[in-house]
């Protein structure tokens, strides 16, 4: 994501479950985001244990989540689970392209013929990111020999 992209911050958060966090985003939008892959890495091993994971606190400015072990996780990160947290898989796919190829929204824009405007829509979940929009996302990657 980019400054352009619109700014938001974690300004709650509190342990739902064993792996679990409930997340509330300065636009109002509330999740409860499954951090069970996240917690199975090795480098987040201390937070399989309950009191650890318990302890999460916000991080500076609101753009992470961090543990006294030194665990932290970014606010971008966490904005993707909170996609897939909130039915928004599109979004997620869109936004993750994005980031994959380091775009801004003019970027974005220009490379599908879309307006700036609605790259930030996609973005931010706004609105529903059309299936030829997520197709012309994978056809720009080819056509670039990105495609994985």
Same mark, same amino acid.
């Given at each position: 994501?980019? *400054?352009?992209?619109? *700014?938001?911050a974690?300004?709650?958060?509190?342990?739902? +479950?064993?792996?679990? &966090? =409930?997340?509330?985003?300065?636009?109002?939008?509330?999740?409860?985001?499954? #951090?069970?892959?996240?917690?199975?890495?090795?480098?987040?091993?201390? &937070?399989?244990?309950?009191?650890?994971f318990?302890?999460?606190?916000?991080?500076?400015?609101?753009?992470?989540?961090?543990?006294?072990? =030194?665990?932290? &996780? +970014?606010?971008d990160?966490?904005w &993707?689970e909170t996609?897939?947290?909130? +039915?928004?898989?599109?979004?997620?796919?869109?936004?993750?392209?994005? *980031?994959?190829?380091?775009?801004?929204?003019?970027?974005?824009?220009?490379a #599908?013929?879309? =307006?700036r405007? *609605?790259?930030?829509?996609y973005?931010?979940?706004?609105?529903l990111?059309?299936?030829?929009?997520?197709l012309a996302c994978?056809?720009?990657?080819?056509?670039?020999? #990105?495609?994985?």
């Amino acid at each position: 994501m980019s *400054m352009t992209d619109k *700014m938001r911050a974690i300004v709650a958060v509190r342990p739902s +479950g064993p792996s679990s &966090l =409930s997340v509330e985003w300065s636009d109002g939008t509330q999740a409860d985001i499954d #951090l069970t892959s996240v917690v199975a890495d090795r480098a987040f091993a201390a &937070l399989r244990d309950p009191e650890e994971f318990a302890r999460v606190e916000i991080g500076d400015w609101g753009h992470s989540l961090a543990w006294p072990s =030194s665990a932290e &996780l +970014g606010a971008d990160r966490l904005w &993707l689970e909170t996609l897939t947290a909130t +039915g928004h898989h599109d979004a997620r796919a869109f936004l993750e392209w994005r *980031m994959r190829h380091g775009l801004s929204l003019s970027k974005a824009a220009e490379a #599908l013929g879309v =307006s700036r405007r *609605m790259v930030a829509y996609y973005s931010n979940g706004e609105k529903l990111v059309p299936k030829p929009i997520l197709l012309a996302c994978k056809g720009w990657e080819v056509s670039k020999g #990105l495609a994985a």
